[in-house]
């Protein structure tokens, strides 16, 4: 079968900006070829199984020249791959779209182009500034702002400035002086509102307000660098007003979110969308024990249980696999009781259309031990090294009970110096864990001696909480072990620090 090229805008940043269409796309390829303005969060959502080629890496400051990528995207066609070509912002608005697909027609392969969102609209947006208004003008012009070393810039100010729309510059950063001297000299207004948006839409955007006059020694004043665009007209007046990102409660805020490597990104989307600046750190790997005869012999057995005790969504992942193995659903567990220690084990039980019989009013192992209303024998399937708090409840009620173990936590990450000297500096003053095995996979990848003072630990619950208070952070615990509290947790936290960001005071 022969292969395609699909042209995907990633969007300017924020990975939320990515389209339904993209992101099918990006799901069903199996090459992928991208640039350096794509973000780690939307690369994340490459299939594992994919090839990826980055084109954007700048070795030895030479970027892969255009012609190579050319040829990389019909080699990968004509081999019969489906290539996802994957470009910052939209590829038709200075991405160099059109170059790449004109190999392509040339040679029959068939192509696609699926839009972004461009960033000369949504740092603008993500600024508060809306490029269009009715009150203020009636066009809104995109202009790159590159310069050839040497050269002067061929751009025809005083065409644009008789437009009087609103002017959107990228790749301007560098030119940026040249650019508000072109438009005096064609006789634009000194006072005229002006903008620069940097790393829009992600949680480092920064916005320097001035007018076309200032803006040189205000943009220099700040430090602007690139990737950031360059606005000129009235518009940019509406900046202070419309600004609703900045006001976003986390912004700013910079977290590192541990988490097993298997569960999907909910919370660090929870905190992204408050504006936060979310590390995301994949500390532990929860690995099901497969194939596991232990847990078979029981479920094959399970007249001789009368509660099923699951106490994490790894656990029931890890049941699910086997009864379909069975050839099992839920008519066969008829007979039994099933508890949860908490919502989000809940939750993937009822993925399976099943409802939890006894979820504790508190969401630790030693409430639902307690408060099991237990008569008959449990089957308890949970991780290899389960807390000792659930097991020594049952026994203090004689209860009896098979404790199997499931799956195992495994701590093989690499040691990252980068990440212990960040928490060391306290450039991330917060850490969230969602259970005691996070902590310790935080401390094999920066090592136990690691220095983690100036650092918040964000916990779940309290046996995460014994576990953090080993190692000499500061201690907050969730009023609920759930994503929702951990979130106001940290919203709470954040408000109670005075933070600067860039040495500007949010
Ligand atoms: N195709 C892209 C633009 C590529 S040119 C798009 O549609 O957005 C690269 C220029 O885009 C940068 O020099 C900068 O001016 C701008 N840019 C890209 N991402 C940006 C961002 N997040 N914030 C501000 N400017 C950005």
């Given at each position: 079968m022969g292969g395609k090229v699909t042209l995907v805008g990633a969007g300017p940043g924020d990975p939320g900006l990515l389209t339904l269409k993209g992101r099918a796309a990006l799901a069903g390829a199996d090459v992928v070829v991208y640039d350096r303005l794509v973000s780690p969060a939307i690369l994340a959502m490459?299939?594992?199984?994919a090839c990826t080629i980055d084109v954007g890496k700048e070795a030895s400051h030479h970027k892969v020249p255009q012609e190579q990528i050319n040829r990389i995207l019909l080699e990968e066609a004509l081999a019969g791959h489906n290539v996802v070509r994957l470009k910052g912002g939209d590829p038709f608005v200075f991405g160099r779209g059109g170059e790449e697909l004109e190999a392509l027609a040339e040679r029959g392969v068939p192509f696609e182009e699926i839009p972004g969102i461009t960033s000369a609209i949504a740092a603008p947006a993500y600024g508060g500034i809306p490029v269009t208004h009715r009150d203020y003008c009636s066009s809104v012009h995109i202009i790159t702002g590159h310069q050839r070393a040497g050269k002067p810039l061929t751009i025809d100010f005083e065409a644009l400035v008789r437009t009087k729309g609103t002017l959107v510059f990228l790749m301007g950063v560098t030119a940026m002086p040249a650019i508000v001297e072109g438009l005096l000299e064609a006789g634009m207004d000194p006072d005229t509102p002006a903008a620069m948006v940097e790393n829009g839409t992600t949680s480092t955007q920064r916005r320097c307000d001035a007018t076309l006059a200032t803006l040189p020694e205000r943009a220099a004043a700040m430090g602007i660098h690139s990737p950031a665009i360059i606005l000129v007209g009235?518009?940019?007046?509406?900046a202070e007003r419309f600004c609703w990102f900045d006001h976003l409660p986390l912004r700013g805020q910079r977290i590192l979110v541990t988490r097993p490597?298997?569960?999907?990104g909910a919370l660090s989307d929870r905190l992204r969308a408050l504006g936060a600046d979310v590390w995301e750190y994949p500390c532990i790997e929860t690995r099901p024990i497969w194939p596991c005869p232990a847990m078979t012999a029981a479920l094959e057995h399970l007249e001789n249980y009368r509660w099923l005790v699951f106490t994490s969504p790894a656990g029931v992942a890890a049941f699910r696999r086997t009864l379909q193995e069975m050839k099992k659903d839920g008519r066969y567990l008829s007979g039994v009781q099933l508890a949860a220690i908490g919502s989000g084990t809940a939750r993937a039980l009822a993925d399976m259309g099943l409802i939890a019989d006894y979820v504790p009013p508190v969401y630790d192992a030693a409430h639902l031990g307690e408060g099991l209303p237990a008569e008959g024998k449990v089957l308890i399937l949970r991780a290899e090294i389960g807390s000792p708090a659930l097991t020594a409840a049952l026994e203090s009620r004689s209860i009896p009970y098979d404790d199997i173990p499931v799956y195992r936590t495994v701590y093989d990450n690499p040691r990252s110096e980068q990440l212990r000297a960040a928490l060391e500096a306290g450039e991330v003053p917060f850490v969230t864990f969602t259970s005691a095995s996070t902590v310790k996979g935080l401390l094999a990848t920066v090592g136990a001696?690691?220095?983690?003072?100036r650092v918040t630990a964000l916990c779940i619950g309290e046996q995460t909480a014994t576990e953090a208070r080993k190692h000499n952070m500061t201690i907050k615990i969730a009023a609920q072990a759930t994503i929702d509290a951990l979130v106001e947790l940290t919203q709470d936290a954040a408000s109670s620090l005075e933070y600067t960001f860039g040495g500007v005071m949010l």
């Open positions: 490459i299939p594992p199984e009235q518009v940019c007046a509406l490597r298997d569960r999907a001696d690691a220095d983690l003072s």
